[in-house]
């Protein structure tokens, strides 16, 4: 089970840092990612970290401003979101899957795990 939290409502070009946790598993052999869903929006892939290459991946609309990370030793992952930007605000959520290759990391449906979202609201 993945639990998400920190999310919050901060103003334009404040941070944020969410996280999530697994509980009766680990993330030690899957990969993490980040989605996110605003109102009548898609789901919308935000960054992954697969395991097989401990390599990070970040979708064009956050590259330099978000970062994942994670820390094997307390089973978590990180998003680290800098320079927060009104069309950042979505409920975000984590996921993990076992069998995702590079090109896989985008689909939603690719992953087997998801946690509750936490909602991220940047006020202008």
């Known amino acids: 089970q993945l639990q998400a939290s920190g999310g919050g409502l901060v103003q334009a070009g404040g941070s944020l840092r969410l996280s999530c946790s697994a509980s009766?598993?680990?993330?030690?052999?899957?990969?993490t990612g980040w989605f996110r869903q605003a109102p009548g929006k898609e789901r919308e892939f935000v960054a992954a970290?697969?395991?097989?290459?401990?390599?990070?991946y970040h979708a064009d609309s956050v590259k330099g401003r978000f970062s994942i990370s994670r820390d094997n030793t307390k089973n978590t992952v990180f998003l680290q979101m800098n320079n927060l930007k009104p069309e950042d605000t979505a409920v975000y959520y984590c996921a993990a899957g076992a069998r995702l290759i590079s090109s896989s990391l985008p689909n939603p449906t690719a992953y087997d795990y998801w946690g509750q979202g936490t909602q991220v609201t940047v006020s202008s």
């Open positions: 009766g598993g680990t993330f030690r052999r899957l990969t």
């Open positions: 970290f697969k395991w097989t290459d401990a390599s990070p």
